[in-house]
Structure formats: structure tokens, C-alpha cells
């Protein structure tokens, strides 16, 4: 039986790569695989999974993690015992395939893995959900505007965001380091997974385009997130006379957009509310009037719902790979007004929404009064067939078991 290992800080379901890799693992033992997944024993601790778990490192591991890229911006290069402890398991377990999904969360050092990856001469598959990989700090840069990455990162203007560090500044050693360590993979050995198209057209630009890449989007239940009957949630937070404009996120910023939220709602009609999903008690208490601020949805079907409920989903993000919110609302039959950053406009096209330019708010609104001027209904069945066509889950995860096929074909 063909073994699969994959590597990612969590497993919850309630993240997007949690999720993804719980559900690959699935269908991979579905298809006669056994699947083993690899993470952070103190981010996440041991919660279901259909799959063998692999926790890794401990409190004190995790600790002196935070405390060597807090101070000394050394994110992914801490965790020596943990990672050598893994090693072990691996050569214990002997997988077939290595799916990587994230390797930064303070679990693991990567020149340590990347040594061990090189030489283990067994294929290596590394989905990539964000640019964290080939940069000497950030997992993002749009909103900076920063293309230091494309020839060697140094002086960061992102030092403070995640992975935070608040003394040192790093970025033109770290962009050495994993430049050294994540090239030093035989090209026939790994194979990037890009989940956008954009993303894959930056890496191309990278100290890693050298690397065979395959391009495969996420997938969603869109058994869940389908058209749904929005009548009770209208009700539950008063929308019955209102046309909504949706916005959805699991942390919101301003990167995501929620200063541009605040602006679009000066520019409401009467009849207009904005509702905005995933906010904390402090930010729901600064709204301001025009927008309704819900925490999180009592469960997946609810918000479904409020996709169902909304006239248009609007996503004003400043950077993003390949956004889940927007495959959930074209689910849900709703058309998507977006910026037009990364891979936020993969999903939209003419017959599931418009997309406008960075910072726009008044083309946001303007796209979304047209839209709302059309009718949904005029959408909503477009929307529907995009998603069966693009969106589900089963064939995008069907993708990755062909590539372990592919992969492992003559081994």
C-alpha cells in the first residue's frame, strides 16, 4: 500500500489548510492510500482525523519558536529536536509521496527538513497557499507594493506582520537561507502546487522557477454552499427590506478591506445595508451605521444562508491568493464584486460578478448597483453551474491523487 505523509501547522477543520488536508488524506484513503498527516502538537493538539497523526515539537519548542522570530526574525529556524524527531518518523513510516502545505507556524526548521527532503530521494509535492516560501518575511507583499523578493529581500517593510518580528530585520538572510534550502531538492524531486494561477506567474519570478509547477485550485462543499432558502436569516438579523451586500472573513484587516467597508457604507442608499461576517466584539463596536457586524455564524449552513440572503458579496481585498469566500458566495449562486489583486479574480467572471481596481470603493458600490439593478435571479443560475463546474471539492482533491499517481508511477 502506497504511503502519504503531508505537513501543515494545523489540523482543525475550522482553517482552510486543516480542512484541505484532512480532506485530501480522505479521499486518498478512499483510494487506497494510507494517508498520515504531520503537525504542531501545540497549535492544534489531536482532534479527529481519518488520517495517522503525526504531532510534533511541544510547548517549550513552540515557545523558544515565537521567542527566535519575535526577537531575532529567525521564523523556521528553531524547532532542531522536533524536527529531527520527525525525521525519524519518516524514515520509520517510508511514504511515498511528501505533500507540504505549510512549513511556517513555529514547528519546524526548514534547513533541517530541506537537508533531509534532499537526499531521502522520495517525491516531494508542496501546495502553495501563500508567498511566505520564497520571501525573506512576509506571506504576503501586494498591499506594500514590494518586489524585493524577485532579487534578494532586505530591509522589510513588513517586518512586524506575521511572522512578527520586533527587534531584527532578517529578510536578507532568510531570503539566503531558504533560497539555499528549498533549491536544494532535486527538480525532479518537487513539484509546486500553486492554488492560483497569479501565485504560480510570481513564483515563475523566484529563486524557484526552475521547479515543474501544476496549478490546482481549492475545492469547496458545494453541497453545503448552495442556493439556500435566506428567509430565516433575514429575519434573525432584520434584513427583509434591505438589498445586502456581503462581506466575509475569517480575520478581518485592512488588508482584507474593512476600512474600505467603512467607507462604502457613507455612500448607502436607504435601502442598502452591508453585512459584514467574522468580526470581533471590539470591531462590531466601531462600525459604523450601515453596516451590520456578525462575530461568526452558529454553523456552515447558517452562512451559507447569508450567502443565499445577500444581493451581491463584495471583497475588497488588498492581497489574496485564491479566496474560499469567493467560491462560497458563487456557490450560493451570489455574484462577487472584487479588487483585482492576486488570485481574487480567478473565480469572476462576466456571469459571477465584476471586479474593479484596488482601493475603488465607489467602482465597488457602482458594481454592485449594477448587479443589483440586473436582478440576482439573473446570476444565480450562471453562478451555480460555474461552481459545479470548478468549485467542487472531490475533483480538485481528485487532482492531487492523479499527481501522487503520476509521481509515484515508476518508484
Known amino acids: 500500500m502506497k504511503k502519504l505523509l503531508q505537513i501543515n501547522p494545523v489540523i482543525r477543520i475550522n482553517t482552510s489548510t486543516g480542512r484541505i488536508m484532512q480532506e485530501i488524506g480522505e479521499l486518498a484513503i478512499q483510494n487506497g492510500w494510507e494517508s498520515y498527516v504531520a503537525y504542531s502538537m501545540e497549535r492544534d493538539g489531536i482532534k479527529p482525523c481519518s488520517s495517522r497523526l503525526l504531532p510534533i515539537g511541544s510547548f517549550m ?5 515565537g521567542i527566535e522570530t519575535r526577537i531575532w526574525d529567525r521564523h523556521g529556524l528553531a524547532s532542531d529536536s522536533a524536527t529531527r524527531d520527525f525525521i525519524r518518523r519518516i524514515d520509520e513510516i517510508q ?5 507540504i502545505h505549510n512549513i ?20 516531494v509535492v508542496w501546495t ?11 506571506y504576503y507583499y501586494s498591499y506594500v507594493g514590494c518586489d524585493k523578493w524577485q532579487t534578494v529581500c532586505h530591509d522589510c517593510p513588513q517586518k512586524k506582520e506575521f511572522p512578527a518580528s520586533f527587534m531584527m530585520d532578517r529578510s536578507r538572510k532568510n531570503y539566503e537561507d531558504k533560497k539555499a534550502a528549498f533549491t536544494s531538492v ?13 501565485i504560480g506567474g510570481e513564483m515563475r519570478k523566484s529563486f524557484l522557477k526552475d521547479y515543474r509547477f501544476r496549478v490546482i485550485h481549492n475545492g469547496i462543499n458545494t453541497e453545503v454552499f448552495n442556493v439556500n432558502d435566506d428567509t430565516d436569516v433575514r429575519m434573525k438579523y432584520n434584513l427583509q427590506a434591505k438589498h445586502v451586500f456581503l462581506g466575509v472573513a475569517s480575520i ?11 467607507k462604502m457604507a457613507e455612500m448607502l442608499n436607504d435601502d442598502e445595508v452591508i453585512v459584514l461576517v467574522g468580526l470581533k466584539e471590539k470591531e462590531k463596536k466601531s462600525l459604523p451605521d450601515g453596516i451590520i457586524g456578525i462575530s461568526r455564524t452558529e454553523n456552515v449552513r447558517q452562512l451559507a444562508e447569508l450567502y443565499s440572503a445577500a444581493d451581491v458579496f463584495l471583497n475588497p481585498t488588498w492581497q489574496d491568493n485564491y479566496p ?11 455574484p462577487v464584486v472584487t479588487y483585482r489583486t492576486g ?10 460578478g465584476r471586479i474593479v481596481e484596488c482601493g475603488d470603493v465607489e467602482g465597488m458600490i457602482k458594481a454592485a448597483r449594477e448587479i443589483k439593478q440586473k436582478g440576482k435571479d439573473h446570476y444565480t443560475k450562471d453562478c451555480r453551474e460555474f461552481a459545479e463546474r470548478n468549485f467542487r471539492k472531490e475533483d480538485r482533491y481528485m487532482d492531487y491523487i492523479r499527481l501522487y499517481d503520476e509521481l509515484t508511477f515508476n518508484s
Open 61 to 65: 519548542s513552540t515557545a523558544w519558536h
Open 95 to 99: 511514504p511515498n509521496i511528501i505533500h
Open 104 to 123: 511556517h507556524g513555529y514547528f519546524l526548521n526548514y534547513k533541517i527538513l530541506f537537508e533531509y527532503l534532499s537526499k531521502c530521494n522520495i517525491p
Open 128 to 138: 502553495v497557499h501563500d508567498c511566505w516560501l520564497y520571501t525573506g518575511h512576509c
Open 186 to 198: 532535486p527538480y525532479d524531486k518537487m513539484i509546486f502546487v500553486p492554488v492560483s494561477e497569479w
Open 252 to 262: 478581518w484587516s485592512r488588508e482584507k478591506g474593512l476600512d474600505d467597508f467603512v
Open 324 to 334: 474560499t469566500v469567493n467560491m462560497e458566495a458563487i456557490a450560493c449562486g451570489t
Open 343 to 352: 488570485g481574487s479574480v480567478e473565480a469572476v467572471t462576466d456571469v459571477t
